[in-house]
């Protein structure tokens, strides 16, 4: 068996345990009272700021939407201007494609003409050589060779 003091004691310190326990509630309950008043104080302190930084918020959006619609707009005009180039192009490469045959036929005839009005020179010149003009052209030519040199 146990001696009396022992259960005294026993209960003297369960006693202050239970004491401690209860101070420790109290504070944590006045701890916890304590913050709920100092997070009210800070939403009312808080809460204009946090309304500003809403409205903020809000306008940041729409300025975004803004310049999406912007961008989207740009990017159709500069779709639309790259078509009308691209089109513009096509019928310049088919102008040119037509002048160049349009060149080429008309250098070919007249290269044609050209050979067609020496043939005609040379058989003038032959018929003149035949009917005699040729000494003429020969002195003609003889002349001219002097003075060159």
Known sequence: MLPTWVGVVTALSLAIIALAALA??????????????????LQGLAGPALDDVRQL???IRSEVDGLAGTS???????????DAAEARLAELDALVDVVQ??????????????????????????????VGGGKRRSARKKARDEEDT
């Open 24 to 41: 420790v509630a109290v504070a944590t309950t006045s701890a916890a009272l304590g913050l709920r008043v100092s997070f009210k104080m």
């Open 57 to 59: 918020l809000g306008t």
């Open 72 to 82: 989207r707009d740009l990017r159709t005009r500069v779709v639309r201007a790259a």
């Open 101 to 130: 045959q349009e060149v080429e036929a008309a250098a070919l005839d007249v290269a044609a003409t050209i050979r067609t009005v020496r043939r005609g020179v040379s058989v003038l010149d032959l018929g003149r050589r035949l």
